[in-house]
């Protein structure tokens, strides 16, 4: 294992005065000042897109929750351990919404063991569930992150080649109990190319910074609930993949939804292969997504065949991936007292009161920030260029 490069501690720099970023305004206000750093950290994630980078589309993700008696505490509240399920559900769904192509699973660690909350799937439902039950789960002993990482490795390494595999710890405690060297796991981890992040909720530890360090993965240690949202929603984008990673041509299937009526002969009442893997009470219905392979029924895109294992997805979900390869470049950012044109967001039609106002370099249209991030963050696309296109294309 390689030496930890040597930094400067945070408390042998130079002294710093950090309060002299403050600055009052005419009327003895710290309002503009607070405004402007709040406004800077908006803008300072649409900055960070990777262009034309090759990103791992098709990922498998495991998320390792910390279930140590250190998740009681109470410096988030009401504690710990309902502070990071509520943020978590969040972060499952923007997870889905974002990457509709990928699959996630969820591993608890208590008591110097570990156990799969839910297998990697991509049943949104599922997971959510799962989170929700574990409100109720009671935090004892210290985790092992060894065995986490372990039963994670499992499943991972078995994954295609073309996929990115990927797991993020959610970690309390500052030790760890664990049966074996994790040095050597840390080496098993890098040579199955298992990126490995972590998060923590106390303080810095120098394991997991040689762990995300060796695997390629990140190391944050939150300042509070808003920060740990913010490292959280990092994790949704897919990242750039390394230069060996293979390619490889996908079989899918593009199902269509058939709804059945009973007045239809031919139509006959089936399970769902979901509902008899989870073995959840089953219902006969005559409608489903039929897998045009082996004709296999399910409730819900994507999904992959139980039965053939064709991937199985819609036209939209294919779409929400694509925008990540090809990122929607940032606004020009003009100040407002300097902008000539029309002052009204081609947005929401309100008017410019911020001290900044983005221009499309395409279309030319202005926004306001808070439509400028909701473009970057949600639409992906620009609506005055699509406009544009349309009136085009119409004429």
């Known amino acids: 294992m390689e030496e930890e490069p040597e930094r400067t501690k945070r408390w042998e720099g130079g002294y710093e005065r950090t309060w002299e970023i403050l600055k009052e305004d005419e009327s003895g206000s710290l309002r503009p000042t607070i405004e402007s750093i709040l406004f800077k950290a908006k803008r300072k994630r649409l900055c960070e897109h990777h262009g ?60 110097k063991r570990a156990e799969k909350m839910t297998e990697l799937s991509g049943n949104t439902k599922k997971h959510l569930t799962a989170l929700k039950k574990a409100v109720d789960m009671n935090c004892s002993g210290e985790p092992s992150l060894y065995n986490a990482l372990n039963l994670a490795m499992q499943t991972l390494k078995h994954m295609p080649a073309h996929t990115s595999r990927e797991v993020l710890v959610v970690f309390s405690s500052l030790t760890t109990c664990d049966p074996a060297n994790i040095y050597d796991l840390i080496k098993c981890l890098k040579a199955v190319k298992i990126r490995v992040s972590v998060i923590g909720l106390s303080a810095e530890v120098r394991v997991c910074t040689v762990l995300a360090r060796e695997t390629g993965g990140t190391y944050h240690v939150i300042l509070d609930e808003s920060h740990y949202k913010e490292l959280l929603m990092h994790h949704v984008r897919p990242l750039p993949t390394s230069s060996s990673s293979e390619c490889s041509l996908i079989r899918m299937g593009f199902p269509q939804h058939f709804i059945g009526s009973l007045s239809d002969q031919d139509a006959k009442p089936s399970f769902s292969m979901v509902q008899l893997e989870n073995n959840s009470e089953p219902g006969l219905s005559l409608g489903g997504y039929f897998c045009p392979q082996c004709r296999a029924k399910y409730c819900e895109l994507p999904v992959e065949c139980k039965i053939c294992g064709l991937t199985l997805v819609s036209a939209p979900h294919l779409a929400r991936s694509y925008h990540h390869l090809f990122p929607l470049d940032a606004f020009q950012e003009v100040p407002l007292g300097e902008y000539q044109g029309e002052r009204c967001c081609q947005g929401c039609q309100g008017e410019m009161k911020d001290q900044n106002v ?38």
């Not at 098709?58 to 279930?67: E, F, N």
């Not at 009681?72 to 990071?84: F, G, H, I, S, V």
């Not at 202005?366 to 439509?371: A, H, L, R, S, T």
Request: glycine share 6%; net charge negative; hydrophobic share 35%.
């Open 358 to 395: 983005y221009v499309c370099k395409v279309c030319q249209n202005v926004f306001c920030v808070d439509c400028d991030l909701f473009i970057h963050d949600c639409l992906h696309c620009c609506p005055g260029c699509v406009h544009g296109n349309s009136a085009a294309t119409s004429a």
């Open 52 to 111: 034309q980078v090759r990103l791992g589309m098709m990922r498998h993700l495991y998320v390792v929750i910390d279930g140590s008696r250190a998740m009681e505490d109470q410096d988030l509240k009401p504690n710990r351990l309902t502070c990071t399920l509520k943020l978590l559900e969040y972060f499952v769904e923007e997870y889905f919404d974002q990457n509709p192509i990928s699959q996630l699973g969820l591993i608890v660690t208590k008591s």
